[in-house]
Nanobody, 122 residues
Framework: QVQLLESGGGLVQAGDSLRLSCAPSERTFSSYAMAWFRQPIGKEREFVVALKLSGGSTWYADAVKGRFAISRDMAKNTLYLQMNSLKPEDTAVYYC???????????????WGQGTQVTVSS
């Protein structure tokens, strides 16, 4: 079973930037879409952004639009989430996901990472 391996989380102050990375355990792994979700403590996992790998279409949640940017390095087969102007409400465990549908729904994604903690202090 392919695993998605996230990295890059940490503790930052409000207004700072952070970049998360996600790479599959098998270098040749590919999917139709990839996405980032996040789960604040005590809350449900929520959609952040999705990327359709063919064509590069993106879909951002309103809460992060204009501050976060998803990208992919094809040579490294690595997905990134650049997070700028971070706010305390961005604090959550961030999950990378991959699947056969370009969607905001968790159920559309078959593969998930273990999550990486992002904490933004005020």
């Amino acid at each position: 079973q392919v695993q998605l391996l996230e990295s890059g989380g940490g503790l930052v102050q409000a207004g700072d930037s952070l970049r998360l990375s996600c790479a599959p355990s098998e270098r040749t792994f590919s999917s139709y879409a990839m996405a980032w979700f996040r789960q604040p403590i005590g809350k449900e996992r929520e959609f952040v952004v999705a990327l359709k790998l063919s064509g590069g279409s993106t879909w951002y949640a309103d809460a992060v639009k204009g501050r976060f940017a998803i990208s992919r390095d094809m040579a490294k087969n690595t997905l990134y989430l650049q997070m700028n102007s971070l706010k305390p409400e961005d604090t959550a465990v961030y999950y990378c996901a991959a699947g056969p549908r370009y969607s905001v729904l968790r159920a559309s994604y078959s593969y998930w990472g273990q999550g990486t903690q992002v904490t933004v202090s005020s």
